[in-house]
C-alpha cells in the first residue's frame, strides 16, 4: 500500500482526506499495526485511484507500467503471476482442491480471510466468481494461442501447428490449477454463462483445425482424419492439468516438447 501510494505521487495527508479518516490511521494501515479488510482495500485502490487487484496482488506492489507491451509481441513461453484478486486467487484454490459443487461461498470467504459480506461487494455469488475463473483462463489461453501461431511464419502450417501445441502444454503444466478448473468446471457454468466461454473454447480448437487442414492440404500432414485428429490434440494438451505435478522435478519446457512430438505423429507428418 505505501509503496502504491509512493509510486502514485500521493502524500499520506491526501490519502487519509479521501479516506476520511487521521494520517495516523493511515500510518498504521501502512505499517500493518491495524487490520486491513477487503472493504478497506477497495476504498484505499479507489482513493488512490489503482485497480484492488494491485493491492491485492503477492509480492513487492507496483503501478501497471503505462508501456505494457500488446499482447500480440507478448512472450508466451513465460508465466508471470495471472493478477488474479484475493478472492479469485482464494476460489481457484477451494474449486482445485474439492470441486466446485464441494465449496461453499463461506469456504472461500474463509481462504480469503474475509467475510461473506464484503466478498459479494466484488462478486455477487458463487457462480460469478466462477464465472470470472474460467473467463481469465480462457482469454489468457487464447491470447497465448494466437501468440505462438503467430510466432510462427505465414504459410508454415508444421512450425505454426508446433507452436500452438507447445503453448497449450506449457500453460496446462504452468497453470495447472487454471488449466483443470477452466476445463472441469465449464459444466458447472450456468446456461447464460455459457455462449461467450464457449466461443472462446471453440476460437482455440478453431485455431488448431486451420492449421492441421493446412498441412493437409499442402501434403504435409497424412491423415485422413484431421478434424478428429486435431481434436485429440487439444485434448491431450488440455488434460495434462490432470496429471501433471510441479514438484515432479519435470520441466514444463520438456513436457510441452513431448507433445509437441506426440502430435505431430497424430497429424502424420513426414518430414
Known sequence: MRAIRFASGMSLRELARRLKVSPATVTALEKGYTTMTVDRLHEIATAIG?????????????????????????????????????????????????????????????????????????YPSKQA?????????????LRRAKAARDDGAPGNPVQRFSQLVESLALYHSCRKELGFVGNSEMRSLETAHLPALVSKQVSLQRMVDTEVREGVDLGL????????????????????????????????EQIAADYVRFALDLVGYRP
Do not use: H
Not at 487439444?234 to 490432470?242: D, F, K, T
Open 50 to 122: 489503482v485497480s484492488p487487484s494491485e493491492l491485492f496482488a503477492a509480492g513487492p506492489p507496483s503501478l501497471v507500467p503505462t508501456d505494457v507491451p500488446n499482447v500480440d509481441a507478448m512472450n508466451w513461453k513465460q508465466f508471470t503471476d495471472p493478477g488474479m484478486d484475493v478472492i479469485l486467487r482464494a476460489a481457484l484454490t477451494c474449486i482445485f482442491r474439492k470441486g466446485y459443487q464441494g465449496c461453499s461461498i463461506r469456504d472461500i470467504a474463509e481462504e480469503a480471510q474475509s467475510s461473506v459480506s464484503a466478498m459479494y461487494r466484488y
Open 129 to 141: 466468481i466462477l464465472v470470472a475463473l474460467i473467463d481469465l483462463t480462457m482469454t489468457d489461453l
Open 221 to 252: 500432414f497424412t491423415t485422413n482424419r484431421p478434424r478428429e485428429a486435431s481434436r485429440a490434440v487439444v485434448n491431450m494438451c488440455v488434460a495434462i492439468a490432470q496429471w501433471y505435478d510441479l514438484t515432479s522435478g519435470e520441466p514444463p
